[in-house]
């Protein structure tokens, strides 16, 4: 055994239900056995090579942030509230051609956010892959999205051969490739726990053709798409007429709207009907759809037969000033519902008890447990992660609390510290 744990409090990442002092077992990647009250008397010595006691203690599944775009990061703090999407894609898009070195730095910062918010997986939507070195230093388990976008289907071949590249340069090593002909030529570097997966941007901006390249590369090689969806009414008026503000937006980026009259379709339409219809199964939690904010009550018919993952980004739906998140309506979905930051370009922090406060200030009556549980074990079965893996957070148990709910609600209201944080069995936090 790797790692012999002890914790007063512990929350199980399948049934999400509380067990009393408890003590893990962790044998590389994964929590090989789970020791309940009692049946250890004396210390943890001898049980593993090494040991962690650490009494009034909260052990729960770690974070996973299901949508963030941390190559954005270096724009934290530094664009102005109140803009609409339409005015902020520009600032974002000057943002991008900062110099790398800032990127990188912004990178750097947000990992550190991230690891001691308590998370422990990331989906981060990425355009180059920039975040690769910092995650995987830091040793969280994540999946890069590679984003690709382009509204002419003409070129929707070209834009896959862009993510090909990036995939061969950034992610598959020439050995594995190419066996012994690979010689000892140029090759990445193998990021430890960063996987790759797909992201066409969103149904304004991307064409049919481009989403089935890149939803048929993903469900051939089992990985997650995910996608913007309904972010707007903009963007809902231009895919349903052309018209509206998304159309001189979209033409700034040189996109030829002179014959375009609209699909007459919202996005969830085209993306849940025509566009990724042919792949779709019985429930498809690697389909991770961000936003959904303007969801209506056909969209709502079409998530429930296709149960895809819904991601809300709480605190970047304020920062817009959208109408409130559909979550009842959603919640009767029965789709997988999880929780992400989107970027520091439209949040003030990447803490997923942040996003948890914020979404509870929105809808006082939801359960913060099923809120936890979309920000952790939910997160979780959109990613892939498998139910014993030893993803977890441990935090110092809020003052008085005996059940998980107290426990929950604590973490809340007391922000306690983060003791230890694992994510592949790997120590990646530790107070002292
Ligand atoms: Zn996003």
Redesign the pocket.
């Known amino acids: 055994m790797d790692y012999a744990v002890r914790v007063s409090h512990y929350i199980d990442p399948v049934t999400f239900e509380l067990s009393r002092d408890v003590i893990l077992l962790i044998s590389g990647e994964h929590v090989a056995e789970v020791i309940t009250s009692g049946e250890v008397s004396g210390g943890l010595a001898g049980l593993a090579k090494n040991t962690l006691d650490l009494g009034d203690a909260l052990c729960m599944p770690g974070f996973v942030n299901a949508?963030?775009?941390l190559d954005l990061s270096h724009l934290w703090r530094q664009v102005p509230q109140g803009l609409k999407f339409h005015e902020w894609g520009p600032v974002i898009m000057a943002g991008r051609a900062l110099p790398p070195s800032m990127i990188a730095a912004g990178i750097e910062d947000a990992v550190r956010m991230l690891v001691s918010g308590g998370t422990t997986s990331v989906l981060d939507?990425s355009v180059a892959g920039d975040s690769l070195g910092a995650l995987s230093r830091h040793g969280l388990r994540s999946v890069l999205a590679l984003e690709s976008l382009g509204f002419d289907g003409s070129r929707a071949e070209a834009a896959m051969q862009h993510v090909d590249s990036l995939i061969r340069d950034r992610f598959v090593l020439e050995s594995d490739r190419l066996g012994k002909d690979a010689g000892t030529g140029a090759s990445p570097v193998a990021h430890d726990g960063v996987d790759y997966a797909f992201s066409p941007h969103a149904t304004f901006s991307t064409s049919q053709q481009l989403y089935e390249l890149n939803m048929g590369r993903a469900f051939g090689e089992g990985r997650i798409c995910t996608t913007?969806a309904a972010e707007t009414t903009e963007e809902e008026e231009f895919l349903l007429h052309g018209t509206g503000p998304y159309a001189p937006f979209m033409a700034q980026f040189g996109v030829d709207l002179s014959s375009f009259k609209g699909y007459g379709a919202r996005s969830m339409e085209l993306l849940l009907g025509d566009w990724l219809g042919p792949w779709l199964k019985a429930e498809n939690p690697n389909l991770v759809l961000?936003?959904c904010n303007y969801a209506r009550q056909a969209d709502f018919a079409l998530i429930a037969q296709a149960k895809p993952s819904i991601c809300w980004?709480p605190r970047?739906h304020a920062f817009f000033g959208h109408e409130p998140w559909p979550w009842q309506e959603m919640l009767a979905t029965g789709a997988n519902l999880v929780l992400?930051t989107?970027?520091l370009a439209s949040n003030t922090g990447l803490d997923m008890l942040g996003e948890i406060r914020q979404a509870l200030a929105t809808v006082p009556d939801a359960d913060p447990a099923i809120l936890f549980r979309a920000a952790t074990i939910k997160g979780r079965i959109a990613m892939n992660i498998a139910d014993n893996a030893a993803d977890l957070a441990i935090w110092s148990l809020p003052e008085g609390a005996s059940t998980r709910d107290e426990a929950l609600n604590g973490l809340l209201a007391d922000n306690p510290p983060l003791l230890a944080a694992f994510s592949r069995g790997k120590l990646i936090a530790r107070s002292i």
Request: proline share 0%; with cysteine.
């Open positions: 949508h963030c775009h939507v913007h961000v936003h980004c970047s992400g989107d970027s």
